[in-house]
């Protein structure tokens, strides 16, 4: 990819064959990071992500899969200024793209699975509004906005103050929202948005009664019946009710 700096095809398609290699293929993943794959993409990104929407789908989704059930690329990542980097670029792209706003939060999902320190620098460098932009801008018309955006929001909400910033930001209604629209037809949506309230409530006073003046158990009981016979909407949807009632 030492081209990758002048020409932004070759950095889109480096970033691709990376994204390829690191699918659910735990050496690769560990081989691109201790190779320095990790700053190469963040640099490609840093080059041409501004004035290419497909470098910066690529780049996001290489991120996306090398974080995936990896906790030292996720930390390498965040040491490395990533997050910084998806939230500049989803600022610069993602209320054109749908693809790259399901990628941005996609890959901010798996960079907050079991890393407080990833969630801390999400929630402080303000990519809970972040996520919640995308969400409002696609959310209605990309399923997969909405369920990345939820799935994220899950791992955000294992942070207090996250908790707090989610509920404050008009996070709650985004979430039911995205339920009315999807929840019927799309089981990841059902299961993200139930997910993500259960966290909310966990705990938190302010959220729970959001949640309940907005019908919230009524849309979650809906999600259960409606998906009565998929085993993790009904235990995230029981999750939630537990927290409700």
Known sequence: ???GASNAQVAGEGCAALMSL???NA????????AGGIAMILSMLDVHGASNAGVVEQGFA???NLACNNDDNKKRIGEAGGIAMILRMLDVHGASSAEVA???CAALRNLTVNNDDNQKRIGEAGGIAMIL???EVHGASNAGV???GCGALINLAYNDDNVKRIGEEGGIAMILSMLDVHGASNAGVAEQGCGALWSLAYNNADNKRKILAANGVSMVERMKTTWASNEDVQTNADGALSNLR
């Open 27 to 34: 050496d690769n993943k560990k081989r691109i990071a201790e």
């Open 1 to 3: 990819m030492r081209k």
């Open 133 to 135: 932009r995308m969400m």
């Open 146 to 148: 909405a369920e990345k």
């Open 22 to 24: 690191a699918f659910n």
């Open 62 to 64: 290489a991120l996306r």
């Open 102 to 104: 399901r990628l941005g």
